[in-house]
């Protein structure tokens, strides 16, 4: 039996992309759902022209209802039954006791070479530090936001001219082949890190 996934977006969805494209027939999982908290995520149209079940689950009817808005979520999610959980450009803060129901299910791609540079604006700190290797990681989500055990990482390098849109350019592509190299093994029970460099 394959490992079910539903992937959770909020924009454009160019990971979510990445990972259905890479779940063949010889792969260990399947896509089952991909979910969004933003009913105009343009991945949506995306995943549905690739043949997988969509749902929105709208975070703004619920005007800081965390707690309202993560009840609806897990019900969509427990709907779909995953086996595992693939959070890709999913822009909203989970709390520990969500986290809790999926934890050690859920993966989360991030803009950085973690421990490095949690949370937002990655790539303008980075290169504000002086960075001369940029990157993003795969890790499991845990309650420690952007804190979860490391499963894979990607380096570039920083070029002299980058500028944070064109260094987050640079590096999305490689976040398309470390989420699926990840996925793959997460889902193959192998617990080895992937390394990737440009
Ligand atoms: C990506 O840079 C990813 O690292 C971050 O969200 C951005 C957009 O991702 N989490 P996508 O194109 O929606 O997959």
């Not at 969004?36 to 991945?43: C, H, I, L």
Request: overall charge negative; glycine content about 8%; some cysteine.
């Amino acid at each position: 039996m394959k490992k079910r996934v539903a992937i959770l977006i909020s924009g454009g969805g160019s990971n979510m992309v990445a990972l259905v494209r890479d779940m063949d027939a010889g792969h260990p999982a399947e896509p089952v759902l991909v979910l969004s908290n933003n009913p105009d995520a343009g991945g949506l149209a995306k995943a549905a022209d690739m043949g997988i079940s969509t749902t929105v689950v709208d975070h703004r009817p619920f005007k800081g209802n965390r707690a309202g808005f993560e009840a609806e979520l897990h019900s969509a999610l427990v709907a779909a039954n995953p086996d595992i959980i693939c959070l890709a450009g999913f822009m909203r803060i989970l709390t520990p006791d969500f986290i809790a129901k999926w934890e050690g299910k859920m993966l989360n791609i991030h803009p950085s070479i973690l421990p490095l540079f949690t949370g937002l604006h990655t790539h303008q700190r980075s290169l504000e530090a002086g960075m001369a290797v940029h990157g993003c990681t795969v890790h499991s989500v845990t309650a420690e936001l952007d804190g979860g055990p490391i499963l894979g990482q990607a380096v570039i390098p920083v070029q002299s001219d980058d500028t944070p849109d064109n260094l987050a350019a640079r590096l999305l592509p490689m976040e398309h082949r470390l989420y699926p190299a990840v996925l793959r093994k997460f889902a193959s029970n192998d617990d080895t890190k992937v390394v990737l460099f440009s």
